[in-house]
């Protein structure tokens, strides 16, 4: 009751204010410098072409005072831009926002052009009693013929935690005939338990159709080994050298000088004949090898028979370190055999500098092509029953959309350069390129418009056809700078000898497609039968709402 009170009270109370006196005078200097006055809100710009023209830059990761620098020259000077550094960061973190919402519906309608682009995109989602996501599992067409032509050694890792909801991102990853790395899947997970790795090998499991890889390569978190026995009984488990030996690429930095070298290094006629085989990384990587054989000496194995040696370290090279100089080489030419203590070919598919060793000492002619994989040849790629590419990157013409907007630039930037220099070419340009929108916004397009799938359409490496058309339509050309991978990522069970490695692909059955959008979002797979589950696009399941941010290692 006395709270009421002094509310009516309140109420009823009047409050008045008297001026004694007013000065019109301003009582601070005016601004007279121009940067000071573009710092007012009513000089600033809102034109939103201008603020996205910055925002695009932002976008393509560009620093901001390059950004600062370039408008500035454009405008003349810095002190007649008409925005300043932290208006730049506003919009900046404005865009950031606008990515971050809805991001639930974003990826749906991502996943979707994704399927429509390619129906063989594959997807599935863990949810919780609620609906809300849990774990995303995906991966491209692309990436799962890359599967079927490497998978026979998969490494997967959880140690990237890059995103918003500070979620696992898992990856399937493989190492193909260029020894590059090539991405077989994805995996987003919402914790890091048995229950959601063996969801995720599941997933992984019903998109290749396959009963698993030869071997799987993983971290040490205990969790993995579980759920790999679990779904993948017959895969082989072992940890993953780069947690072991953390060198790795830093050695093979060190020898980048050697990457581009194709032509023979001897006169050995096994050495011409494995070149026209091997692809051109693998062949660098057996001219090492054959190197550095040379700091090694050869000699009967007294205690064995004719065919079995005994190949020593010596003094004369420091890049080979063994914990023991020397190995017991069988080199039986007449029956084509040929094996090492050491066992690196069984580990890697490789020859160790030991073998090498004998093939130099007994002037063999020709290596049995059953220890010529086909996986490290440039014929490694396989006929699969579906298009391998995610998305249609050319026109009819055959010429892709990055050709087109590289030639569109060249011309452009020229037209830009002339049409600013006066006013009657800026207001003529500005109207030819009114009218040139309007008739371009009426032509039909023949390459796909939709964002992208984020994929570069196989394992990034042109084939030596497409660079060559490239090369007749450009002048430039692009190099690529990939690291190769070094000891990491293929170990085969020992004693293996045949001249391709695969796990057997069962031929996908026809999937019957309803409009453009077919994906899982079930839970864990119904079917283990290896073969691919028919789909259907229902998102009703699916609540909208944003993810729940945890520990990874938390049990739910």
């Given at each position: 009751?006395?709270?009421?009170?002094?509310?009516?009270?309140?109420?009823?109370?009047?409050?008045?204010?008297?001026?004694?006196?007013?000065h019109?005078?301003?009582?601070?200097?005016?601004?007279?410098?121009?940067?000071?006055?573009?710092?007012?809100?009513?000089?600033?710009t809102?034109?939103?072409?201008?603020?996205?023209?910055?925002?695009?830059?932002?976008?393509?990761?560009?620093?901001?005072?390059?950004?600062?620098?370039?408008?500035?020259?454009?405008?003349?000077?810095?002190?007649?831009?008409?925005?300043?550094?932290?208006?730049?960061?506003?919009?900046?973190k404005?865009?950031?926002?606008?990515?971050?919402?809805?991001?639930?519906?974003?990826?749906?309608?991502f996943?979707?052009?994704?399927?429509?682009?390619?129906?063989?995109?594959?997807?599935?989602?863990q949810?919780?009693?609620?609906?809300?996501?849990?774990?995303?599992?995906?991966?491209?067409?692309?990436?799962?013929?890359?599967?079927?032509?490497?998978?026979?050694?998969?490494?997967?890792?959880?140690?990237?935690?890059?995103?918003?909801?500070?979620?696992?991102?898992?990856?399937?990853?493989?190492?193909?005939?260029?020894?590059?790395?090539?991405?077989?899947?994805?995996?987003?997970?919402g914790?890091?338990?048995?229950?959601?790795?063996?969801?995720?090998?599941?997933?992984f499991?019903?998109?290749m159709?396959?009963?698993?890889?030869?071997?799987?390569?993983?971290?040490?978190?205990?969790?993995?080994?579980?759920?790999?026995?679990?779904?993948?009984?017959?895969?082989?488990?072992?940890?993953?050298?780069?947690?072991?030996?953390?060198?790795?690429?830093?050695?093979?930095?060190g020898?980048?000088?050697?990457?581009?070298?194709?032509?023979?290094?001897t006169?050995?006629?096994?050495?011409?004949?494995?070149?026209?085989?091997?692809?051109?990384?693998?062949?660098?990587?057996?001219?090492e090898?054959?190197?550095?054989?040379?700091?090694?000496?050869?000699?009967?194995?007294?205690?064995?028979?004719?065919?079995?040696?005994?190949?020593?370290?010596?003094?004369?090279?420091?890049?080979?370190?063994?914990?023991?100089?020397?190995?017991?080489?069988?080199?039986?030419?007449?029956?084509?055999?040929?094996?090492?203590?050491?066992?690196?070919?069984?580990?890697?598919?490789?020859?160790?500098?030991?073998?090498?060793?004998?093939?130099?000492?007994?002037?063999?002619?020709?290596?049995?092509?059953?220890?010529?994989?086909?996986?490290?040849?440039?014929?490694?790629?396989?006929?699969?029953?579906?298009?391998?590419?995610?998305?249609?990157?050319?026109?009819?013409?055959?010429?892709?959309?990055?050709?087109?907007?590289?030639?569109?630039?060249?011309?452009?930037?020229?037209?830009?350069?002339?049409?600013?220099?006066?006013?009657?070419?800026?207001?003529?340009?500005?109207?030819?390129?009114?009218?040139?929108?309007?008739?371009?916004?009426?032509?039909?397009?023949?390459?796909?418009?939709?964002?992208?799938?984020?994929?570069?359409?196989?394992?990034?490496?042109?084939?030596?056809?497409?660079?060559?058309?490239?090369?007749?339509?450009?002048?430039?050309?692009?190099?690529?700078?990939?690291?190769?991978?070094?000891?990491?990522?293929?170990?085969?069970?020992?004693g293996?000898?045949?001249?391709?490695?695969?796990?057997?692909?069962?031929?996908?059955?026809?999937?019957?497609?309803?409009?453009?959008?077919?994906?899982?979002?079930?839970?864990?797979?119904?079917?283990?039968?290896?073969?691919?589950?028919?789909?259907?696009?229902?998102?009703?399941?699916?609540?909208l709402?944003?993810?729940?941010?945890?520990?990874?290692?938390?049990?739910?």
């Amino acid at each position: 009751m006395k709270l009421k009170k002094i509310y009516d009270d309140a109420k009823e109370t009047v409050i008045s204010v008297r001026i004694d006196l007013l000065h019109l005078d301003h009582n601070h200097e005016f601004f007279k410098k121009d940067t000071e006055k573009n710092q007012l809100q009513c000089n600033k710009t809102h034109d939103p072409e201008y603020m996205e023209f910055i925002s695009s830059m932002q976008e393509s990761r560009i620093p901001q005072h390059c950004i600062m620098d370039y408008v500035s020259e454009m405008h003349g000077g810095p002190e007649s831009v008409p925005v300043t550094a932290q208006d730049m960061y506003n919009l900046k973190k404005a865009k950031q926002r606008e990515r971050n919402a809805n991001d639930v519906a974003k990826l749906l309608s991502f996943f979707a052009s994704c399927k429509k682009d390619n129906p063989q995109f594959f997807s599935d989602f863990q949810l919780d009693k609620e609906g809300k996501i849990l774990s995303i599992f995906w991966s491209h067409a692309s990436q799962q013929g890359d599967y079927i032509d490497f998978g026979d050694a998969v490494t997967f890792d959880t140690t990237h935690k890059t995103n918003l909801y500070e979620k696992p991102l898992g990856m399937f990853v493989g190492s193909n005939h260029h020894l590059h790395c090539t991405i077989f899947a994805f995996a987003l997970l919402g914790d890091e338990t048995v229950d959601t790795f063996e969801w995720v090998f599941n997933a992984f499991k019903t998109c290749m159709g396959t009963e698993g890889p030869r071997v799987m390569l993983t971290d040490q978190d205990p969790a993995m080994p579980v759920a790999l026995e679990r779904v993948f009984p017959h895969t082989i488990h072992r940890l993953c050298l780069w947690h072991v030996q953390n060198s790795t690429l830093d050695k093979l930095y060190g020898i980048r000088k050697d990457w581009g070298q194709k032509e023979t290094n001897t006169l050995y006629m096994f050495e011409i004949r494995v070149a026209r085989a091997y692809t051109r990384a693998v062949m660098c990587r057996f001219q090492e090898s054959l190197k550095y054989a040379t700091a090694f000496k050869i000699m009967h194995d007294e205690e064995g028979g004719a065919n079995d040696w005994v190949v020593q370290h010596t003094t004369r090279s420091n890049k080979i370190v063994w914990g023991q100089h020397q190995f017991k080489v069988t080199a039986d030419e007449d029956a084509g055999k040929y094996t090492c203590e050491c066992k690196h070919w069984e580990h890697t598919g490789l020859f160790c500098v030991h073998v090498l060793r004998a093939f130099m000492h007994l002037q063999i002619d020709r290596i049995p092509k059953e220890y010529i994989l086909q996986r490290y040849t440039t014929s490694a790629r396989q006929d699969v029953p579906f298009s391998r590419d995610d998305r249609n990157l050319k026109g009819k013409d055959g010429e892709t959309k990055s050709y087109r907007q590289k030639m569109l630039l060249k011309k452009a930037m020229k037209v830009v350069h002339h049409a600013s220099l006066s006013k009657a070419g800026n207001d003529r340009a500005l109207t030819v390129m009114d009218e040139l929108l309007e008739v371009l916004s009426r032509l039909e397009t023949d390459i796909d418009v939709e964002e992208t799938c984020g994929t570069s359409g196989g394992d990034g490496i042109q084939d030596d056809d497409e660079a060559n058309r490239d090369n007749e339509k450009d002048d430039e050309f692009d190099e690529r700078n990939n690291k190769e991978i070094q000891d990491v990522s293929i170990i085969l069970e020992q004693g293996v000898a045949n001249d391709q490695i695969h796990i057997p692909v069962r031929p996908l059955e026809e999937v019957n497609l309803h409009d453009h959008a077919i994906m899982n979002v079930s839970g864990v797979s119904e079917q283990n039968d290896n073969a691919r589950k028919k789909l259907e696009f229902a998102v009703d399941g699916i609540s909208l709402a944003r993810p729940i941010t945890q520990d990874p290692k938390e049990e739910q």
